[in-house]
């Protein structure tokens, strides 16, 4: 058991654990091991109760304060002391119902429970690739959460990639649709009056990578960050929304107007988020972390089978931009029933109506141009499903008759839009919606929305949500660059799966890019777009190129659109944070391993040791030999693989490339 409660001074600490610095004389002081032995956490209970972190006996965190405000009520680290404690090892497997990732999570680590004086626990699980830890609250009666204390104090000089919140003029500081960029910063420069959201990556100079977040965030605020303009953050969170009014504008969202002075107003007894801290000695362990999901409430749906991952055409990106075709195209049964055909020509499960098909505020009032009859009839002739974007405030007045004209519809995924909060009063929203969809059978996908940490285990029809800077921000944009899809595997994918909407044809180099209504292009080769599919987790992937251009290029099609969006494992060979990431993902016998790079161009040399014995049919899409000057340009090429073999690939800036192995 690798739990050591000690009653001796720090100078004098065995055990196989080197003394903490922080610790002093006289302080009682807990050590917990991760299973490995490399991670060691010490927790005391001084004037607060504090934490530090050792990774292969280097400090790495000191002094971290874990503190809670309750109205009323003495808080945490007041008048309080460690009364007992208790101590267990877990190795068991979770079995994941909707596998984005691996159908089955190891889940093993060293648990300590502290049970305080005053009415608080606090639950700590080491990891081999990580900590956590989580509030317990036992008071009898509701209580009102005036502030959580949590801070991330770094021994080392330090920087992070940090998703700072921009907010418009006269616009609450809270309100964000979480789709910022993640800069590298220096920790010193991140000031008091700035905000990020989580994940986090934090980047010392001579220790491992530690990414920070949350899990099982229900019924409570999310967990934001703030600069103390040193090397140290400190959560922050929304108050709760005391008045809120609907905006009139043309997508209506409920906007928070004046706040309370407390966090939450919630169970007196029950558990607070888990706040995680990762440890990655080397880029390539981070993307594959599962702790957020381990970490999370297990699923509250008794049989999840229904939940189905797949694939979804979307149509607004480009502007219903269509050629080729001998109709009008734009939001109406012709242009639907296009995309219909194509779905089913090119393996894809469904196609999303997106904004447009009904009045925005009336989910009921479909547009004239628009015969939903003949849709539903057609989409089931064609074995296609349709899928329908809501704006949030609409849905939440409309629910359950929406929700009932969805099943009539035979619609079994739907996406929200326009949430852009997530204070107490906003997660509870999710957490409705989710149950509500669930009860009839739908899976819901919701955008302008926090990482999921951990809502995807609980319920597993969240089956995906947006939360980051994608494919949409070409319209207007130049932010989306190689750079930066090469930094989101290392940040915001940490805590769960992302809408990203990968798949655009129009392709430009770093000179190239324009933005161009109605034709939008990326950063970046077409193979660099293909990767994508493969490289970021999200078990509903949505194609966001145009179909006119796609039906002229069908061998390319028909190889994204039967890639496969739920995996039974996942393997990440080789990354480099915001420069390149390599990653292989399995489906029954047969595997797909993709590439990306950034703006270097770069030779990557792929090592199949990890195969079965036996040959494997290679499918493989690369950048073309002049993709660094026209970066549409491609080549599919075929061989057989198997695992002695060892491939060497030419990236081009921002390159990538996608290798398809079937099992012979």
Known sequence: ????????????????????????????????????????????????????????????????????????????????????????????????????????????????????????????????????????????????????????????????????????????????????????????????SSIAYNPILVVPEQAPKIAITESDLLDYPGMFLKGTNTNSIQAQFAPYPAEEKTTNELYPEVVVTKRANYIAHTKGTRTLPWRIIMIAPEDKDLPNNDMVYQL??????????????????????????????????????????????????????????????????????????????????????RNIKLSMWTIAATLDKQLEPALTQFNKWGVDFIMTDFI??????????????????????????????????????????AITREGVLGSEYNIWSDKVTPSHDLVLPFTRMLAGSF????????????????????????????SHQLAMFVVFDSPMQIFSGNPSQAYLEPDFMNLLGHIPTGWDDTKILDAKVGEYIVTARNKNKDWYIAGMNNWTAKEQSIDFSFLEKGNYKATI????????????????????????????????????????????
């Open 499 to 526: 809408d990203y909407e990968p798949g655009f044809l129009n392709n430009a180099t770093k000179n190239s890019f324009r933005n161009i209504e109605g034709a939008p292009m990326s950063y970046g080769t077409r």
């Open 296 to 381: 999370a409430s297990p699923s509250t749906i008794q049989d999840a089978s229904w939940v189905h991952p797949g694939k979804a055409t979307d149509e607004w990106i480009i502007n219903i931009n269509l050629f080729n075709i001998p109709f009008k195209a734009g939001l109406n049964t012709a242009t639907y029933k296009y995309y219909i055909d194509f779905a089913a020509r090119f393996g894809f499960d469904r196609i999303m109506m997106d904004a447009g098909w009904s009045d925005y505020k009336n989910l009921f009032k479909v547009i004239p141009e628009i015969n939903m009859d003949s849709l539903v009839a057609y989409a089931k002739l």
């Open 420 to 461: 852009d909060r997530d204070d107490q009063k906003t997660v509870q929203f999710y957490e409705r919606i989710a149950k509500a969809c669930a009860a009839h059978k739908i899976m819901i996908m919701y955008h302008g929305a926090y990482a999921p940490k951990g809502f995807n285990r609980t319920y597993p029809n």
């Open 1 to 192: 058991m690798k739990v050591f409660p000690l009653y001796i001074k720090a100078t004098i600490f065995v055990l196989g654990c080197l003394s903490f610095q922080t610790l002093r004389a006289n302080i009682d002081t807990l050590h917990v091991q991760s299973p490995n032995g490399k991670l060691t956490l010490a927790i005391w209970m001084d004037t607060q109760l504090q934490y530090s972190v050792q990774y292969l006996n280097e400090q790495i965190l000191t002094n971290n304060r874990i503190d809670l405000v309750v109205k009323d009520q003495t808080s945490l680290s007041h008048d309080n002391k460690i009364v007992s404690t208790s101590s267990k090892e877990v190795n068991t497997i979770i079995q994941v119902p909707v596998a984005e990732r691996r159908k089955k999570i190891i889940d093993k680590y060293t648990e300590l429970s502290i049970q305080l004086k005053q009415p608080y626990k606090v639950l700590f699980r080491v990891f081999n690739n990580g900590l956590a830890y989580q509030i317990q609250t036992l008071f009898k009666d509701s209580i009102y959460i005036h502030n959580e204390i949590a801070e991330f104090n770094f021994n080392n000089k330090t920087s992070a990639y940090l998703p700072i919140v921009h907010p418009r003029e006269n616009e609450d500081i809270y309100h964000t649709s979480f789709e910022e960029t993640y800069p590298l910063t220096p920790l010193y420069s991140f000031s008091t």
């Open 621 to 664: 899409c690369k950048d073309g030999i002049n993709a660094d000057k026209y970066a549409a340009d491609y080549s599919i090429t075929h061989q057989v693989i198997n695992n002695t073999s060892n491939l060497s690939i030419s990236l081009a800036p921002g390159g990538g490339f996608l290798i398809k192995l079937i099992k012979l």
